[in-house]
């Protein structure tokens, strides 16, 4: 069973903080990893996409990939309040569809 | 509005009737998903269709459910003699199947089961 893994939180940063998001995934075959965002209530939205190991920057947000360790990270810099909600880490599997992990809920204090 | 839409969008039903929920994909997208999320989890992927052919189902899906997708376009999921643990929301979400793969969402079908 393909399984995508980040902590659940919550993760608390105050307005301005660098907020860290991880995740681990378990197979080695994915090739396209993504960042959604998910605000209370709602549907979950792209974010950040990466493929290739390194960095990827997207104006506040950075996304982490490093394929030989299977780990993704999130940085969201000049964290706002208008940031908090649950980040879910998805990662392909082999058949195209796209798996999810539970989702970090972070919550950026003012 | 072009976006994913599902109906109904709230669903009551009691336990051992059908139900059945509706989704009109983004009308370029030849991929459509459905995905379950309950509180606090992160969407549960349960199948998945490029254009008529159901390509991927979850091994974790009962029997109990069926998609269909008949020609490409909307797509239906029905779940047979529901059960209180099928309360849920049912997120459909479509795709290009092109290039970044990103999903769209729609606002999804939310059912209780009494």
């Known amino acids: 069973q393909k399984e995508v893994e980040q902590n659940s939180g919550p993760l608390s940063v105050p307005e301005g903080a660098i907020a860290s998001l991880n995740c681990t995934y378990s197979d080695r075959g994915s090739q396209s990893f993504f960042w959604y965002r998910q605000y209370s209530g709602k549907s979950p939205e792209l974010i950040m996409s990466?493929?290739?190991?390194g960095d990827k920057e997207d104006g506040r947000f950075t996304a982490q990939l490093n394929k030989a360790s299977q780990y993704v990270s999130l940085l969201i810099r000049d964290s706002q309040p208008s940031d908090s909600a649950t980040y879910l880490c998805a990662v392909t599997g082999s058949q195209g569809n796209l798996i999810f992990g539970k989702g970090t809920k972070l919550s950026v204090k003012p | 509005d072009t976006g994913v839409s599902q109906d109904p969008r709230h669903k009551i039903t009691k336990r051992g009737q059908n139900v059945t929920f509706r989704c009109d994909p983004i009308?370029?997208?030849?991929?459509l998903y459905w995905y379950r999320q309950t509180l606090g989890q992160g969407p549960e992927f349960l199948t998945y269709f490029q254009n008529e052919a159901q390509l991927e189902k979850s091994r974790l899906l009962s029997d109990r459910f069926s998609a269909e997708r008949p020609k490409g376009s909307f797509s239906t999921l029905e779940i047979q003699r529901t059960e209180q643990g099928d309360s849920a929301m049912y997120l459909c979400a479509s795709s290009s199947g092109q290039g970044t793969g990103e999903l769209f969402f729609g606002e999804g079908s939310r059912l209780t089961v009494l």
């Open positions: 009308s370029e997208h030849n991929r």
């Open positions: 990466i493929y290739s190991n």
